[in-house]
């Protein structure tokens, strides 16, 4: 297999803002001419054309030829079952060995090319299901239908939806790598695990004790030239808020805000941009202490894992108050927060709605109080910073879903940290609040932090090769999202694992996408390292 051909002047790589703080790389390494090799003096380096002459651009046509086919399959978390039997059938398909658990995982064997039978077994892992969100407008319903990729130039998104790239384009690799008898790699393992976006409940369950690889090379990052090699852990907390409901006579008032920027409530929540649940808690406590309302419903946030783009809620005011003065309230709250938010919102809306006098299910005066004191005592964002790594988010929590469903209203709160001890102490300071104020708490998943090893030779060996395509050395870093492998190595002593993946933004929203040639670039390194795994 070809790999890349680059010309003589080095790539520009655009440099990590934050997203993501760097620890150290591994250590540079020359490049030597064979007298440099047997003790010879003066010799000159071999030069990077030299270095680069034997690599070409791969061909990935066949990886957005999948990528398209599991897009028209719905592949929401908790519901991985139609995605998860396509992969089994591609592995059927293809005469390759295959194990699918009850969790909806897979694992394909592939044997080696031949002539490297001898060289050490590796993994490719990647996740299987995706975070559903949509347009607020768009008539969707992704659980049954499918997304709609739209291609910009060199960007792919999704009509109105989250394109799924997180972590499609893994298994689309993967699918890709299996299916091609022309690369050269050794014994091969793919991995393709469920509902991570979850809690990383298909990493949790799945069973690796027979996998033969003790090197794992995981596709669920988002920066083409940056290495990820440790991760934080966390933890799924969620929280029933009891809500009375009785039939009640007013006037109901339709409260919205929209237009967020949201992202990714680990890779992002450094950029501090508003909730959409924590905005509208603002806002009703703001109404309430003018005028005491009833409150009918409150619901926002798509998954626990993305900060919500809005919200909305609906509340009863008696028939005696001052529209005036409540729509004055409500616009200067709604004009302080656009203040407060002006850099990382500028698109913040917020709409309200009278309607006419009627009688609804609404809760006591005495219930609303109670429910909002405790959604204002609520932690937010972050809460430490690491103190061993600058500019690193260590602990943080996203209050990502809020619905009102019957006689409660259910919250989804997504915790984070390097420190295990520490995302143990803000979910216990989860459920202590939550009981304070009368709710019932449930720490649903948790998963342990992917510590950083000194000792990586599958490190070792993707940085020489990224070296080798581009001159230059990658970036290797710890990010504050959460990534399997450390379950997996957890599962498997001596497991020695390294993320990498495409340039992909706005992940878990509306505005995700995917650069095409990006793509082309990680998958021509993931051949190019599967080559030198077989040497």
């Keep these: 297999m070809q790999l890349f051909r680059k010309s003589r002047k080095s790539p520009k ?10 620890i150290d790389n591994t250590e540079k390494t020359e490049v030597m001419t064979e ?3 047997a003790g010879g003096e ?11 002459a034997a690599f070409e651009k791969a061909n990935a046509d066949r990886v957005f030829h999948y990528f398209r086919e599991i897009s028209a399959i719905p592949h929401g978390s908790h519901h ?9 059938a591609f592995a059927k398909e293809k005469g390759l060995e295959y194990v699918q658990d009850d969790a909806n995982n897979v694992i394909i064997s592939k044997k080696a090319s031949e002539g490297c039978e001898d060289a050490e077994p590796i993994a490719l892992q990647g996740h299987i299901d995706m975070v559903l969100a949509s347009e607020p407008d768009k008539e969707i319903d992704l659980l049954t239908e499918p997304v709609s990729i739209l291609v910009d130039g060199d960007w792919m998104s999704a009509d109105g939806t989250t394109l799924g790239a997180d972590n499609g384009i893994a298994v689309a690799m993967m699918l890709a790598a299996l299916e091609d008898d022309e690369i050269t790699h050794p014994y091969l393992e793919c991995i393709f695990t469920s509902d991570e976006e979850v809690g990383l409940i298909g990493a949790n369950a ?40 009785k039939n009640r006579q007013g006037l109901v008032l339709n409260i919205a805000v929209s237009g967020l920027r949201g992202g990714h409530s680990g890779a992002e929540i450094h950029i501090g941009s508003a909730n959409g649940n924590v905005l509208m808690s603002r806002m009703l406590r703001t109404l309430y202490s003018v005028c005491p309302f009833n409150l009918i419903r409150i619901d926002g946030g798509d998954a626990d894992n993305a900060v919500p783009t809005g919200a909305k809620a609906q509340v009863l005011f008696s028939k005696k108050i001052s529209c005036e003065e409540i729509e004055a309230a409500a616009a200067a709250e709604a ?24 009688t609804v299910k609404a809760a006591s005066k005495k219930n609303t109080d109670n429910l909002l004191m405790y ?8 809460t430490h910073m690491s103190h061993v790594i600058a500019g690193m988010p260590q602990t943080s929590l996203n209050l990502g879903i809020i619905r009102t469903e019957g006689d409660a209203v259910r919250l989804e709160l997504m915790v984070r940290s390097g420190v295990n001890s520490q995302a143990a102490y803000l979910a216990d300071r989860l459920v202590c609040i939550t009981k304070g104020f009368g709710g019932k708490p449930e720490v649903r998943t948790s998963y342990p932090a992917w510590e950083y090893r000194d000792d990586s030779p599958l490190r070792d060996l993707s940085v020489s090769t990224y070296k080798k395509l581009y001159g230059e050395e990658p970036k290797v870093e710890v990010i504050h999202a959460g990534l399997e492998c450390g379950i997996l190595a957890g599962k498997l002593e001596g497991l020695d694992c390294l993320s990498a993946g495409p340039d992909l933004e706005n992940v878990h929203t509306v505005r995700e996408r995917m650069k095409i040639s990006s793509v082309e670039n990680v998958w021509t390194f993931v051949l190019a390292l599967l080559k030198e795994a077989a040497l």
């Design 13 to 22: 790589r655009k440099p990590s803002v934050g997203k993501k703080s760097r």
């Design 35 to 37: 007298s440099d090799a």
């Design 42 to 52: 003066n010799t000159a380096p071999v030069s990077q054309e030299e270095e680069t």
């Design 80 to 88: 991985t079952k139609e995605i998860s039997d396509y992969i089994a």
């Design 206 to 245: 799945i069973d690796i004790s027979g996998l033969q690889s003790r090197r794992l090379l995981n596709l669920d990052s988002e920066d083409e030239g940056v290495f990820t090699a440790g991760c934080a852990g966390g933890a799924e907390v969620v929280c029933r808020m009891p809500l009375k409901l």
């Design 335 to 358: 004009e302080a927060l656009k203040q407060e938010y002006s850099a990382t919102d500028p698109g913040m809306k917020w709409d309200i709605e009278w309607k006419d006098e009627e």
């Design 375 to 382: 959604l204002m005592a609520l932690p937010n964002g972050i």
